[in-house]
């Protein structure tokens, strides 16, 4: 039979077939949409194998009617797998024939959102997985060489056929990418899932596919989560690309008035989303320093450690003052945004400048009480930008966990700070965060469990503050050698029980020298403080962390 006069039927039954999907009112829709593709597939049958010119031809239209199958009847899950799975076999070892690359493609990236639904995963993976190098493959090839499926429909030659916008094969190949950073999240492979979500973000930003303030969004999220996984370089890179977006975004529609107005409210609640992040990290590369000079001081062997020498650790040399990168990626390269194997540079946004930005972000280990200040200011602006934002009435959780960030940012400068009197201040006013909290959630319900933390953490204050007191107390009295045991002791206990806000030193407590008695009382406090700060330092989660958990009634 004429090839000519079967695509001629082909033609005008798909016209038929396109009009039924457009018309979604139409009672009589489903059977005649039904009864129109199987008499395609027949047809197409029929064309690939009594013309042997047109076969390929008739693979990838047949695979076009298996994805308008899939998308269009209402069949289970399991059948649209079937469906798509057949088609994909069929014209997987004709990919780079100009009419299967781009609907091989499209059906790749629905079979396997299919398979991830029926927890086929492992499949998924491979197929995913399988289809990379093909990426590589595309870019060499010339831009108007592929076709879409749809337009074979016709009775034209294929040499006649419009070719496809090289757009929209890179759109999909996106979703495609896309696709395997949902597998990996979903797998809890971290290193793959963070590498693939970038290479989206990276090529839609190339594109300018969306608008910009869902990129900047999808980017912060990202760079949030490598502040999870302790990858603060990437997390610093992320937040800054979105920080440069968004607010590029937002001067520019700020040159529009009555744009600027419909999208005031949106563009609040993203540089909001934004803050939050950016306190996440400066917390998290506080921590990490932290716990670095700890671990440090506390692997020394037991015989040389001094329980009566003050910590003087942020004295101490600190060889490597980057930040530590946990959970490295795999060994072996990985992809880069064009499908080349490379680990430099992996994680940028290169068409981006964002290093004035970045170097006003702090990214290294924390070692001085001035590097301790420089961080500090950075988040503190973030976090007052969240908490001014959220009424205690209105938005408890989240003015509560903003609270307790505070509070710990607080506790994180007072660790790094040497001067007594400086690191005294510092702990009166985290001490006044916790307690004006404490009065507000005395007055809600179901709150105990925050409560308790904020009340576990005035206790620590208060050591904290004794502790100060009594190392000012040594300093100040330390010259002379006379004392009065009694009378000194009941200084002491008069002075703690004052309700006096004056210190220990500004009390009546002059005497010329302190005796073995504050010696030792000095040590076991200060000790006792510390250790009380200390203890779960390098594992237990702090409060602030603990309230997102929160979960109250408004």
């Not at 992996?346 to 280990?365: A, H, N, Q």
Request: aromatic share 8%.
């Amino acid at each position: 039979m004429d090839s000519d006069t079967i695509l001629d039927r082909i033609a005008r039954t798909f016209e038929d077939v396109k009009n039924i999907v457009r018309n979604k009112h139409s009672c009589e829709r489903l059977p005649n949409l039904k009864k129109d593709i199987q008499y395609l597939q027949t047809e197409l049958s029929v064309l690939g194998k009594e013309n042997h010119a047109q076969f390929i031809r008739s693979l990838a239209m047949e695979a076009y009617l298996a994805l308008l199958t899939a998308k269009s009847l209402p069949i289970s899950l399991i059948e649209k797998r079937n469906i798509l799975q057949t088609a994909f076999d069929k014209i997987k070892p004709h990919a780079f024939r100009e009419e299967c690359l781009f609907i091989l493609l499209r059906i790749q990236n629905l079979l396997c959102y299919y398979l991830i639904q029926l927890d086929q995963t492992s499949l998924a993976r491979e197929i995913l997985e399988s289809i990379e190098e093909l990426y590589d493959k595309i870019n060499d090839c010339k831009p108007d060489t592929f076709i879409d499926a749809e337009d074979l429909f016709t009775i034209e030659p294929i040499n006649k056929i419009k070719r496809i916008n090289p757009e929209k094969i890179d759109k999909v190949i996106t979703n495609n990418l896309q696709m395997q950073a949902f597998l990996y999240n979903k797998l809890n492979v971290p290193n793959k899932y963070t590498l693939y979500n970038h290479l989206v973000l990276r090529r839609q930003l190339e594109m300018k596919e969306g608008t910009p303030q869902d990129w900047a969004l999808r980017t912060a999220r990202l760079g949030n989560f490598f502040t999870y996984l302790n990858k603060l370089c990437h997390a610093r890179h992320h937040l800054c690309a979105a920080y440069h977006v968004l607010r590029t975004c937002h001067d520019n529609c700020k040159l529009m008035p009555e744009e600027f107005v419909i999208q005031k409210a949106d563009f609040e609640m993203n540089f909001l989303e934004l803050s939050h992040h950016w306190v996440k990290y400066g917390l998290a590369l506080f921590n990490i320093s932290r716990k670095k000079l700890l671990s440090k001081y506390f692997m020394q062997p037991p015989s040389k450690a001094d329980l009566w020498k003050n910590m003087n650790i942020l004295e101490e040399h600190t060889e490597n003052t980057k930040v530590p990168e946990e959970n490295e990626k795999d060994s072996g390269a990985e992809k880069n945004a064009n499908g080349d194997y490379s680990n430099d540079n992996i994680f940028t946004f290169p068409s981006l400048d964002l290093k004035d930005i970045e170097k006003r972000v702090p990214v290294d280990i924390i070692k001085t009480s001035e590097d301790a200040r420089v961080l500090f200011a950075f988040v503190h602006k973030w976090l007052m930008r969240a908490k001014h934002y959220y009424d205690f009435e209105q938005h408890p959780s989240q003015y509560i966990s903003c609270s307790l960030q505070l509070a710990e940012l607080y506790e994180h400068l007072a660790f790094f700070e040497k001067n007594i009197d400086n690191q005294y201040s510092i702990q009166k006013r985290r001490a006044d965060v916790l307690e004006a909290l404490n009065s507000l959630l005395k007055t809600c319900d179901n709150v105990m469990s925050v409560q308790i933390d904020v009340i576990r953490e005035l206790s620590q204050v208060q050591l904290e503050l004794m502790a100060l007191n009594l190392q000012k107390l040594w300093r100040e009295e330390s010259q002379t050698n006379i004392i009065n045991l009694n009378t000194d002791a009941d200084s002491i206990i008069n002075s703690l029980d004052s309700e006096s806000t004056k210190t220990l030193t500004e009390k009546t407590l002059n005497t010329s020298s302190k005796n073995v008695f504050l010696r030792k009382m000095e040590a076991a406090t200060s000790l006792n403080g510390r250790l009380f700060r200390l203890s779960g330092q390098l594992n237990a989660k702090t409060p602030s962390e603990l309230s997102l958990a929160i979960d109250l009634k408004n």
